[in-house]
Nanobody
Framework: QVQVVESGGGFVEAGGDLRLTCTVS????????MAWYRQAPGKAREGVSC????????LYADSVKGRFTISRDNAKNTVYLQMNSLKPEDTAKYYC?????????????????????WGQGTQVTVSS
């Protein structure tokens, strides 16, 4: 059984930092690309960042470029999202997804084709 578990969310003031962690079990982690998504109340889900199976290729949404960094540790079956200089508009529930492919491709952003498994999400709230 595949399990995807996020942690690290919380409440932070604008300008602060948080690191999200996603740990996966039940499949061969280093065969899959991984991605982070977020969804704010009343808004559609959006892709935040994606990382290739090997960790040597990453993609970011324009809204987080230069502030967020995705990384992975295949030995620990874990992917991270370091979020710096957080803004109130970053407030959302953040989800980790296991890709169905070992690369991100152009389709990762919406998650519909990319994601094979989803976590339950972790809430990030940024106050102004």
């Amino acid at each position: 059984q595949v399990q995807v578990v996020e942690s690290g969310g919380g409440f932070v003031e604008a300008g602060g930092d948080l690191r999200l962690t996603c740990t996966v079990s039940g499949l061969r982690f280093d065969d899959q690309a991984m991605a982070w998504y977020r969804q704010a109340p009343g808004k559609a889900r959006e892709g935040v960042s994606c990382i290739k199976w090997s960790g040597d290729s990453t993609l970011y949404a324009d809204s987080v470029k230069g502030r967020f960094t995705i990384s992975r540790d295949n030995a620990k079956n874990t992917v991270y999202l370091q979020m710096n200089s957080l803004k109130p508009e970053d407030t959302a529930k953040y989800y980790c997804a296991v890709g169905q492919f070992n690369y991100c491709g152009d389709f990762w952003y919406t998650g519909r084709t990319f994601a094979g498994y989803w976590g339950q999400g972790t809430q990030v709230t940024v106050s102004s």
